[in-house]
């Protein structure tokens, strides 16, 4: 498997390299956005000169504006019919393969990987990097990605934080992947985890300090019996609304880059993700090239971007509506749909997919959140979007685990019904 997936990166990295110029085109979350940056360093230090641009999705008017050569990253395996029309193009991407592409094409998928669950698409510009140069330094930026889209350090990504230790660029160590500062303000905007009582508000968040003897601190200031302190408290609050899996993941390997504006992968990949769901993927991708200029407004957007989630969160858990196999919600706010889906099925609903909805001009734009159990029983949200949307005169994909469509809104609940019913079938069967 690994090396079908050096070779695939060869032909793009080779792709990539005997250009004069590049167009690289991404997506707006943290992995599409450490992605475009990494190969964004990789044809620097090339001498290549690109040009990047962030956007929310693939379409044919994003297609049509691209000036060739082009490289897709995180998105291009699964719209192949939108490609048609160009010629001189590469792409990165992890989500499942629809058809054939007949160019540079990297995807776990076509080694027998699971993209959903490892080399996500920051990953994978990573490997492709590596064939461009050492750029070891990069490995921060491919992990940031990583556990953006909720990956795990582990099997091939555990290989890319092995190969950033042994090169001296990463560090690691034992705690709560909480991120690093001012203890308050972590609790006061963590979604991830979403404590109830305490994110999003100020004053569980202090009484809770308080309770606890941390109050006033830092979490990089805190020595091995503090840190153990915040992390079962935490624990215990979480333990009756949280599955196993979960509160695994909020403990374990903290990995430093000293390199990086940012110091820790968990707050470079929060903080590059805000940038882009706020549309301001160019302050993200600037953090990510280490252009200092622009990392306190990157705090700014996490700070506003992480606000406005929690309190979305808050107001969902009082608002969910349930079908009979899966539970929805109607989001306000732009850019939040998926974090908010994503914050519910990992933190307050635990046995049915959960879906974030909102109107956008005429149109409903719907995200789509499970977790590895439902995965294990059957469970594809990105093969059940795809044709549920279809059904509607829609569209929508992406991985098992996490999906997104946008359907016509005067026919969202016969949308509803369809995934309703999909669902229904895998899980009784």
């Not at 949280?242 to 968990?266: A, H, M, N, P, Q």
């Amino acid at each position: 498997m690994i090396e079908r997936l050096n070779e695939l990166a060869k032909e793009v990295a080779e792709f990539l390299s005997a250009k004069d110029y590049v167009t690289v085109v991404s997506h707006h979350d943290a992995d599409g956005i450490t992605a475009a940056s990494i190969i964004s360093h990789a044809l620097n230090r090339r001498g290549i000169p690109f040009h990047v641009t962030i956007h929310s999705k693939l379409t044919p008017e994003v297609v049509a504006s691209v000036e060739e050569p082009v490289v897709f990253c995180d998105m291009g395996s699964a719209e192949p019919e939108l490609l048609e029309g160009l010629e001189d193009f590469a792409v990165i991407d992890h989500h499942r393969p629809y058809g054939e592409l007949s160019v540079p094409h990297i995807n776990p998928h076509l080694a027998g990987i699971d993209g959903a669950f490892q080399l996500s698409a920051s990953c994978l510009a990573y490997l492709v990097s590596r064939r461009m140069g050492e750029n070891f330094d990069l490995s921060a930026l491919a992990l940031a990605g990583a556990v953006g889209d909720k990956q795990e350090l582990r099997d091939a990504n555990r290989e890319i934080l092995e190969e950033g230790i042994r090169e001296g660029v990463l560090k690691v160590s034992k705690g709560l992947r909480i991120g690093s500062g001012d203890l308050k303000d972590l609790l006061l905007l963590s979604h991830e985890p979403y404590i109830d009582g305490i994110s999003g508000d100020e004053d569980g968040a202090e009484e809770f300090l308080k309770k606890i003897g941390l109050e006033g601190k830092k979490y990089e200031e805190l020595n091995e019996e503090e840190v153990k302190k915040l992390t079962s408290a935490i624990i215990l609050k979480l333990m009756d609304s949280t599955r196993e899996e979960v509160l695994k993941s909020l403990v374990g390997e903290i990995v430093w880059c000293e390199g990086e504006l940012l110091k820790d992968i968990f707050t470079l990949s929060n903080v590059v993700n805000a940038c882009g769901k706020l549309e301001r993927s160019g302050t993200g991708v600037a953090v990510c090239l280490r252009d200092e200029r622009f990392l306190d407004e990157a705090l700014e957007l996490h700070r506003k971007y992480s606000m406005k989630i929690v309190e979305e969160v808050r107001r969902a858990t009082r608002e969910l509506s349930a079908l009979r196999f899966l539970k929805y919600v109607w989001v306000k706010d732009e850019g939040i749909t998926g974090a908010v889906a994503g914050v519910l099925a990992r933190y307050v609903v635990t046995d049915s997919p959960v879906l974030a909805l909102r109107k956008v001009n005429g149109t409903v734009r719907i995200s789509a959140r499970g977790n590895e159990e439902l995965v294990k029983r059957g469970i594809d949200l990105g093969e059940i979007l795809r044709i549920s949307s279809r059904a509607v005169g829609g569209s929508g994909g992406g991985h098992n685990i996490a999906a997104g469509a946008s359907v016509p809104e005067d026919r969202i609940e016969e949308f509803l019904e369809i995934v309703d019913e999909r669902v229904g079938e895998i899980l009784s069967g």
